[in-house]
């Protein structure tokens, strides 16, 4: 038996392996040992060809690390239970094992983001929310709207918080806060307002910058529970919450500033950073579940930790076949692991340091 291989350029044109008849052996025809394949025939043969593409090792990189060049603290990466297709909520005890927990192959996340649904029954954010809490993760609670009751067209959808109803909706956000907490569910960040800044035809709420700063100068004190975060921003638009940010009183009441990725470029908020608000990416979602996909969650992830000095990353469910960590029967889908390559070895409280000399992939 022989073996053929075959190399060539990746990226270049096809590779051939051919014969025909007016090669050195007359017909093409194949020996072995001197002596024909085929007898005295020189009739065609077959020949199996295995080709392999390969990739010649990068060349070695070395790098300096400089603990003494100290970045963000890290708060955490997890995900969301918001909307979930019917039937998947809340997890199972196992299921957020495998999401919290930190042995064998778990994921290890310490952060959940529930909804705070506007109809008043609140008990549906608890058992997930809860679950999380017990295996020592924290909770952010965010609105996709407030009650029709304070909007200016009384809807659900669209619209913006009445200003005679700012006070009412700090108590109301408040409310949940001590909710949770009285359920075993206690939130260590409640947020104003999901994507103050994109008009969509489902549960939503529009602020202005303005806004904003006013609701946090004039009616934040009143939320007492928890922290406060904003803006979440659909595309982390940084002027949604540079109105706040440069008002000393109304800064002084933002705990944390979060923001979504929905074709934003990833950057650093140096004003945020510079009035040490921890910045925190919480929704970004694809439904492609390729390992192609996976990656590309991995490298964002990345640039959000060293480019735009994040502490925390939320992809946007835990589990869900079209974007899910898990999918509907509860197994991980590659997302999952490439989740746990930063929630499992880069912890709480675990602070980013520099590093020099890293100029290649």
Same mark, same amino acid.
């Given at each position: 038996?022989?073996?053929?291989?075959?190399?060539?350029?990746?990226?270049?044109?096809?590779?051939?392996?051919?014969?025909?008849?007016?090669?050195?052996?007359?017909?093409?025809?194949?020996?072995?040992?001197?002596?024909?394949?085929?007898?005295?025939?020189?009739?065609?043969?077959?020949?199996?060809?295995?080709?392999?593409?390969?990739?010649?090792? @990068?060349?070695?990189?070395?790098?300096?690390?400089?603990?003494?060049?100290?970045?963000?603290?890290?708060?955490?990466?997890?995900?969301?239970?918001?909307?979930?297709?019917?039937?998947?909520?809340?997890?199972?005890?196992?299921?957020?094992?495998?999401?919290?927990?930190?042995?064998?192959? &778990?994921?290890?996340?310490?952060?959940?983001?529930?909804?705070?649904?506007?109809?008043?029954?609140?008990?549906?954010?608890?058992?997930?929310?809860?679950?999380?809490? &017990?295996?020592?993760?924290?909770?952010?609670?965010?609105?996709?709207?407030?009650?029709?009751?304070?909007?200016?067209?009384?809807?659900?959808? !669209?619209?913006?918080?009445?200003?005679?109803?700012?006070?009412?909706?700090?108590?109301?956000?408040?409310?949940? !806060?001590?909710?949770?907490?009285?359920?075993? !569910?206690?939130?260590?960040?409640?947020?104003?307002?999901?994507?103050?800044?994109?008009?969509?035809?489902?549960?939503?709420?529009?602020?202005?910058?303005? &806004?904003?700063?006013?609701?946090?100068?004039?009616?934040?004190? !009143?939320?007492?529970?928890?922290?406060?975060?904003?803006?979440?921003?659909?595309?982390?638009?940084?002027?949604?919450?540079?109105?706040?940010?440069?008002?000393?009183?109304?800064?002084?009441?933002?705990?944390?500033?979060?923001?979504?990725?929905?074709?934003?470029?990833?950057?650093?908020?140096?004003?945020?950073?510079?009035?040490?608000?921890?910045?925190?990416?919480?929704?970004?979602?694809?439904?492609?579940?390729?390992?192609?996909?996976?990656?590309?969650?991995?490298?964002?992830?990345?640039?959000?930790?060293?480019?735009?000095?994040?502490? @925390?990353?939320?992809?946007?469910?835990?589990?869900?076949?079209?974007?899910?960590?898990?999918?509907?029967?509860?197994?991980?889908?590659?997302?999952?692991?490439?989740?746990? &390559?930063?929630?499992?070895?880069?912890?709480?409280?675990?602070?980013?340091?520099?590093?020099?000399?890293?100029?290649?992939?």
């Amino acid at each position: 038996m022989y073996a053929f291989e075959l190399s060539g350029a990746k990226g270049s044109g096809p590779l051939r392996w051919f014969r025909n008849t007016t090669d050195t052996y007359s017909g093409g025809l194949a020996f072995r040992g001197r002596a024909w394949i085929n007898g005295t025939n020189a009739r065609d043969f077959a020949l199996a060809v295995h080709a392999t593409a390969t990739l010649g090792e @990068a060349p070695v990189r070395r790098c300096t690390l400089m603990p003494a060049e100290r970045h963000q603290t890290m708060d955490g990466f997890g995900a969301g239970v918001v909307f979930l297709d019917s039937g998947l909520s809340p997890l199972s005890s196992a299921q957020m094992d495998t999401l919290y927990g930190t042995a064998g192959t &778990q994921v290890g996340l310490t952060l959940l983001r529930t909804r705070i649904a506007p109809y008043g029954d609140w008990s549906g954010a608890v058992p997930d929310a809860r679950q999380a809490v &017990q295996r020592g993760a924290r909770v952010l609670a965010t609105p996709w709207t407030p009650p029709a009751s304070m909007k200016d067209n009384n809807n659900t959808v !669209a619209g913006s918080l009445l200003p005679a109803q700012y006070a009412n909706y700090a108590k109301y956000l408040n409310d949940f !806060a001590l909710y949770m907490a009285a359920n075993g !569910a206690p939130l260590s960040v409640i947020s104003l307002q999901n994507e103050p800044d994109y008009r969509v035809t489902y549960e939503s709420c529009d602020w202005t910058a303005a &806004q904003l700063r006013t609701f946090m100068l004039e009616n934040a004190p !009143a939320i007492t529970a928890a922290p406060i975060m904003i803006p979440e921003s659909y595309n982390f638009t940084f002027s949604v919450s540079d109105a706040t940010l440069n008002d000393p009183v109304a800064a002084g009441r933002v705990g944390y500033v979060g923001g979504h990725l929905y074709g934003a470029t990833i950057r650093d908020y140096a004003l945020a950073r510079s009035l040490g608000k921890p910045v925190w990416m919480t929704e970004y979602l694809e439904n492609d579940q390729t390992i192609e996909s996976a990656i590309g969650t991995a490298r964002q992830v990345s640039h959000c930790l060293s480019v735009g000095n994040m502490s @925390a990353y939320i992809w946007w469910k835990l589990i869900g076949n079209a974007n899910g960590l898990l999918n509907a029967a509860g197994t991980p889908q590659r997302r999952a692991y490439v989740m746990g &390559q930063f929630s499992r070895f880069v912890r709480p409280g675990d602070t980013r340091i520099g590093v020099s000399g890293n100029a290649g992939p």
